[in-house]
C-alpha cells in the first residue's frame, strides 16, 4: 500500500490495514498539533480507494481490522463513507472491526440516522481527541468545540451504536492551568462514560504553533512531576464505570494502564511511587509523539 506521508494511526491499529480515504484534516487548527500541517484537507476519489481495497483484498483476503485514516475521515459525506464500508465488507469475509478518527465537529455534522447507517455498514469505533475538558483550555488551543460540545458529540456516537477512544493530552493547560485540566478533564470523561480513554503527553514538536508560544514564554509545559501530579489528580476525578483507561502511549513518562473501576488503587500507587522516585520514568530519549 502506498500512503500519503505522514500518516498517523492510534496505536491500538497497529495490526489494522490502513486505507487512507481523505488526507489531512478538516480542521487543522489546533494550537499543539502539527500532525497534518502540510497536507489540504480532501477525500480522495473513490475510484482511486475502490482499486486499492481490490487489490489488498487479493493480496490479504483475511483482513480482520481495518482503520481509516487520516486525521479525521469522519468528516467525508456519509454516502461516501457508506460506499467505502459497503466495498470493504464485500471484499475481507472476516471483516470484525472498522474504526477511524473523528472530530466532535464531524459527529455533530452527522444526523443520527446518518451514524446509525454507517454502524450498521460495519463502522465500529471513532477515536476522538477530547485534549482537554477545560473550556479554556479548548479555547486557548482552537479546538473549536466547547466541552459541552464535545460530551454531545461523543454521547451522539455512542447512541449510534459506535464504540469511543478518546484520547486526553496531559500538560496542555500549561503549569498555570494543571488543576483546572485535570479536574474538568475528569468530569467531562465522566460524562461521556467512553469505552477507552488514553492519556497522553503533549510533546513540543517545532512545527506546532503552542512550541512557539512556549519559545517565546507565553505557555510553561509541567515537568516529569508535573505531569505525574497532574495524572495522579485526573485519576483520582475520574468516574468511569467500565472503561479501559491508558497512560502508556510513547509520550508518557510512566506508561500504566487498567480498568479504573478495579485498578484504580494500583494506578496511584504506581503514580505515588513514580513520584517518590521508586519507580524509574521513561527515559526521555525514548518518549515520542
Ligand atoms: S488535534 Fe486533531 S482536530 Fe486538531 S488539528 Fe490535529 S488532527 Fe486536526
Redesign the pocket.
Known sequence: MRYDEPLFRPPSEADSLIFQVTLG?S????VF?A??RSKTYRARPLEEIASEIGRAARNAPDISRVFLAD??ALAAPTPFLLEILQMLGKSFPRLRRVSLYA?PQNLLAKSPSDLVALHEAGLQMFYL?LESGSATVLKAQA?GVTPEQAVDAVRKGHAAGLRSSIMVLLGLGGVDGTTEHANATAETCNEMQPLYLSALTWMPVPEAPLWRLMERGGFRLPDDDGILAELELLIRRLDLRDTVFRANHASNPLPIGGRLSRDRASLLEAVAAARAGQLRLRPRLLRGT
Open positions: 484534516c480542521h487543522n487548527a489546533c498539533c500532525m497534518y486525521g479525521d472530530t481527541g479546538k
